[in-house]
């Protein structure tokens, strides 16, 4: 199809350019070789059937070049990955907003909130928008004639220490622990002396 258009195409421009030629301009030209305006063909003067002919070639000249561009239309590629900003595992204790930006000019991007893939038929985004701790952002960048981006993800996780609340979290609360007083060892006792008297005490 494509062989085709292209040869009737350059067939086309080949005609276009030798009536062109033929007809007779203010100075003369090549129509005088042919009998000038004067000489007839099929019963009208040349310079009409000249006329009418240029105005069927430019005519087809221009339906060719408008159906060879759309069937020669190259693929525009692939569109570039959107960026989300907060990225992905951001910790974030209050509600936040959330930006998206392709680097593909006039590319439209769709988003998601609750973890599904990002169609057409999906959210567009337009303007920030609002999330908070365990929201998963998917978005995914579009273009007529193009191929869509890859899908982005960025998930957000709640502070360490905190709920989804805000409030500290009891269960991820440290315990203090007090150190054990070391225990107490009785005092040693020393054995008393026997006492003997002398034997030349008794009498």
Request: hydrophobic share 40%; proline share 8%; aromatic share 8%.
């Amino acid at each position: 199809m494509g062989s085709f258009l292209a040869v009737l195409f350059l067939i086309v421009c080949i005609l276009l350019i030798v009536v062109v030629l033929l007809q007779k301009g203010r100075g003369g030209g090549l129509g005088a070789a042919f009998g000038g305006a004067g000489s007839s063909a099929f019963g009208t003067k040349t310079g009409d059937v000249f006329t009418w002919v240029t105005i069927t070639l430019t005519g087809l000249f221009l339906l060719l070049a408008i159906i060879t561009t759309l069937v020669y239309r190259p693929e525009g590629g692939t569109v570039a990955e959107p960026v989300i900003s907060p990225g992905d595992g951001t910790a974030i204790a209050y509600e936040q907003f959330v930006t998206i930006r392709t680097p593909t000019p006039s590319a439209a991007v769709y988003y998601t909130t609750d973890g599904s893939e990002p169609t057409e038929q999906s959210k567009l985004y337009t303007k920030p928008f609002p999330v908070t701790a365990g929201t998963t952002v998917k978005a995914k960048a579009f273009l007529s004639s193009w191929q869509p981006s890859a899908t982005v993800v960025a998930k957000y996780v709640q502070p360490e220490g905190k709920s989804l609340t805000g409030d500290e979290d009891s269960t991820t609360q440290p315990t203090t622990t007090q150190p054990e007083a070391p225990a107490t060892k009785p005092a040693a006792t020393q054995p008393a002396p026997a006492t003997t008297q002398p034997a030349d005490a008794k009498k």
